[in-house]
Nanobody, 127 residues
Framework: QVQLVESGGGLVQAGGSLKLSCAASGRTISSTTMGWFRQAPGKERTFIAVITWRGSTYYSDSVKGRFTISRDSAKNTLNLQMGSLKPEDTADYFC?????????????????????WGQGTQVTVSS
């Protein structure tokens, strides 16, 4: 079993930055595919970033160039550095872990691929 706990959410002004963290326990995440998703009120949970078990990173078009996903193996923590934040980035942010090791990257954009989820952290961007 893997336990994931997100932190770092909060209120920030448009154009600002925020760093989210996801502390993992139960297994090492250094060779685990880890993703970040977000869910705005009344909307589906959507993919925003993934770091694969091989260390490759991929982003949704909506955050590419503004967000950076990284893995701190020493702390067994997944991070999401968010910059140039916009009001439309307002959502609950979730980290997730997948036990699979696929070479087909696109499957990691799907929530169904992930086996473990954190409880989420709220990010609000004011205009």
């Amino acid at each position: 079993q893997v336990q994931l706990v997100e932190s770092g959410g909060g209120l920030v002004q448009a154009g600002g930055s925020l760093k989210l963290s996801c502390a993992a326990s139960g297994r090492t995440i250094s060779s685990t595919t880890m993703g970040w998703f977000r869910q705005a009120p009344g909307k589906e949970r959507t993919f925003i970033a993934v770091i694969t078990w091989r260390g490759s990173t991929y982003y949704s078009d909506s955050v590419k160039g503004r967000f950076t996903i990284s893995r701190d193996s020493a702390k067994n923590t997944l991070n999401l550095q968010m910059g140039s934040l916009k009001p439309e980035d307002t959502a609950d942010y979730f980290c997730a872990a997948s036990e699979g090791r696929s070479y087909y990257t696109s499957i990691y954009y799907d929530t169904k691929t992930y086996d473990y989820w954190g409880q989420g952290t709220q990010v609000t961007v004011s205009s």
